[in-house]
């Protein structure tokens, strides 16, 4: 088969092929990619008005569960990726990024073969990018626009103005362009991150109707650097968890600023927290979605700095490759934090 044909052949047929004839079909796909090289998304700007028009005009409210958790949900992220290939490149812990996998061969076929083997769906460039992170390498993973919307939606008044130290990969600023938000600053390190946000919010401001849309601001240096005079009645982010996640080996990044964890601790995680304080107008809330290791220090700081326990959300993290839609497999999740400043 060549390459068109496999990527329209249905996995059933695929999977129940000879030994021989799936190593044929998976030497057929290295040949493609190698020629023209990752499956990055494509820019689709259909799909970017359509899931722009989606998210705007979803019930947040719904994302919401017994005891505190939040539901994952996919709306908004395809067009949030489509801006950020580097993700495919960035390295977590230890372990080989999606980009490291694609590049040997070796790596490429098992993951391929895998694939195939325990495939539920054709095996097209979307499925390749899933391949990818899912056998033999660790990939990051962007904030979910949907659980950004419910933020604003719920801690930030109509009209206000929010300030997101951490841009990342532009899963909040989503949130707030589809939400009712009047203005977003965002503020980070990572040049390629800085320039995907940029081109991102452009194709929304294209998307948007009426030309009524939220006025946003971006600033391409560590928030410890950022110095503001503005106050916002929202500061909300996901910030680095420590060295966890290697967003790009620019100096900038905290990790390389603050290579011991004590140290990065005092200088980057207690100044953003710090900062948040300050910026905030009285009432307003900061919001902060942390990780291990850094989660119970996150919280200490916070409860010092603002006087008072932050109430606690838990957002859901996917299930792992093969659990499908389960209903007995219990999800992992992240703490939401959420401090209000009563001054």
Same mark, same amino acid.
Do not use: F, W
């Given at each position: 088969m060549n390459y068109n044909e496999i990527i329209n052949t249905h996995y059933?047929?695929?999977?129940?092929?000879?030994?021989?004839?799936?190593y044929n079909v998976v030497t057929t796909l290295i040949e493609h990619y190698r020629e023209y090289g990752f499956p990055y998304f494509e820019i689709d700007? #259909?799909?970017?008005?359509?899931?722009?028009?989606?998210?705007?005009?979803?019930?947040?409210?719904?994302?919401?569960?017994?005891? #505190?958790?939040?539901?994952?949900?996919?709306?908004?992220?395809?067009?949030? #990726?489509?801006f950020h290939p580097e993700m495919y490149s960035t390295h977590c812990k230890s372990a080989k990024s999606p980009m490291d996998v694609f590049l040997d061969d070796k790596l490429f076929r098992v993951a391929l073969i895998k694939r195939?083997?325990?495939?539920?769906?054709?095996? #097209?460039?979307s499925c390749v990018r899933r391949t990818l992170t899912a056998f033999g390498a660790q990939a990051v993973s962007n904030f979910r626009p949907s659980i950004a919307k419910w933020v604003y939606q719920k801690y930030c008044l109509s009209g206000g103005k929010v300030l997101d130290p951490c841009m990342g990969y532009g899963g909040r600023l989503m949130g707030a362009f589809c939400s009712h938000v009047s203005s977003y600053t965002g503020v980070d390190p990572n040049q390629d991150a800085f320039n995907g946000n940029k081109n991102l919010y452009q194709s929304l401001v294209d998307s948007a109707e009426n030309n009524v849309y939220p006025k946003m601001n971006f600033y391409n240096l560590p928030f410890e650097d950022f110095e503001e005079v503005e106050k916002y009645n929202l500061v909300f982010t996901s910030p680095p968890y420590f060295n966890i996640e290697k967003y790009s080996n620019e100096e900038t990044q905290s990790y390389l600023r603050y290579p011991l964890y004590s140290k990065w601790r005092d200088k980057f995680l207690k100044i953003l927290i710090s900062k948040s304080f300050e910026y905030l107008e009285n009432g307003g809330y900061l919001v902060l979605n942390v990780g291990k290791p850094v989660d119970e220090d996150t919280k200490e700081i916070g409860s010092s700095i603002f006087g008072r326990?932050?109430?606690?959300?838990?957002?859901?993290?996917?299930?792992l490759l093969?659990?499908?839609?389960?209903?007995?497999?219990?999800?992992?999740?992240?703490?939401?934090f959420v401090w209000q400043k009563l001054t």
């Open positions: 059933t047929i695929l999977e129940s092929l000879p030994e021989e004839e799936i700007k #259909n799909k970017i008005k359509k899931e722009y028009k989606s998210l705007s005009k979803s019930d947040s409210s719904k994302i919401e569960l017994p005891n #505190n958790e939040l539901q994952q949900g996919m709306l908004g992220l395809a067009t949030c #990726n489509m195939i083997k325990y495939n539920d769906r054709n095996i #097209n460039p326990h932050p109430e606690v959300y838990h957002m859901r993290l996917s299930k093969g659990q499908g839609n389960k209903s007995d497999v219990s999800h992992k999740t992240e703490p939401i």
